[in-house]
């Protein structure tokens, strides 16, 4: 294990599956998943934290900032991918293939385009991961770790990549070749009505 993929906490319009924009931060219940978070990956022994700077995944590494001691590094390339004039519109109104088109929505970002960010982000990681001593927090979103796991990393034979990444999951991989992953999806440290709530949006 030497890199701790993480998405944050849950937001007000994930739960409400509105598709949110850039600004959106974690509700009160994010904050308390991402407090449960951070206990659980203080007991990694991470040795760096990277994040994407939109405030739901900021908030969220500030969390396991506060319980591990380290610094967190700031990462455009982690932003979730742009929907531009598709956000703030309710995720069961949209058009079939709205989300999975290649094309890119009008002001936002083609699937080729995020895809490529995201490879990018990848190389930055592992450059990142090599100046230290222990494992990387990574703090992210959904559609960014999906498209981690899907082109990036190895999952065990006859494991299928999660139709979605729950809040605050973490999924622990490998910085070297062929970057296998030991640990997908895993939400055990929420417990109670912290659970991850699977009918909520799960890109974002």
């Known amino acids: 294990m030497s890199l701790v993929l993480i998405r944050h906490g849950e937001t007000t319009l994930n739960a409400a599956r509105v598709m949110q924009p850039a600004d959106t931060p974690l509700s009160g219940r994010g904050l308390r998943q ?14 760096g934290i990277v994040a994407s700077p939109l405030p739901r995944a900021w908030q969220t590494a500030e969390a396991i900032a506060a319980a591990t001691g380290r610094p967190i590094s700031r990462q455009a390339l982690l932003e979730e991918r742009n929907f531009g004039e598709l956000r703030g519109l309710a995720y069961d ?20 385009d995020f895809e490529t960010r995201v490879a990018q982000a990848f190389a930055a990681l592992l450059a990142l991961r ?10 992210t979103h959904g559609l960014v770790i999906r498209a981690l796991i899907a082109r990036h990393l190895a999952l065990p034979r006859g494991t299928a990549l999660p139709a979605r990444i729950a809040n605050t999951s973490i999924t622990l991989a490998a910085a070297q070749p062929p970057h296998e992953v030991s640990l997908l999806d895993c939400t ?16 974002g």
Request: no cysteine; glycine share 16%.
């Open 130 to 139: 090599a100046t230290l001593g222990g494992p990387l927090a990574v703090v």
């Open 93 to 112: 109104a949209l058009a079939p293939g709205a989300l999975t088109s290649g094309d890119a929505p009008p002001g936002g970002e083609s699937m080729l």
């Open 188 to 203: 055990r440290h929420l417990t109670g009505d912290l659970r991850d709530d699977a009918a909520s949006l799960s890109g």
């Open 34 to 47: 991402a407090d449960a978070l951070a206990m659980r990956v203080a007991q990694l022994g991470v040795a």
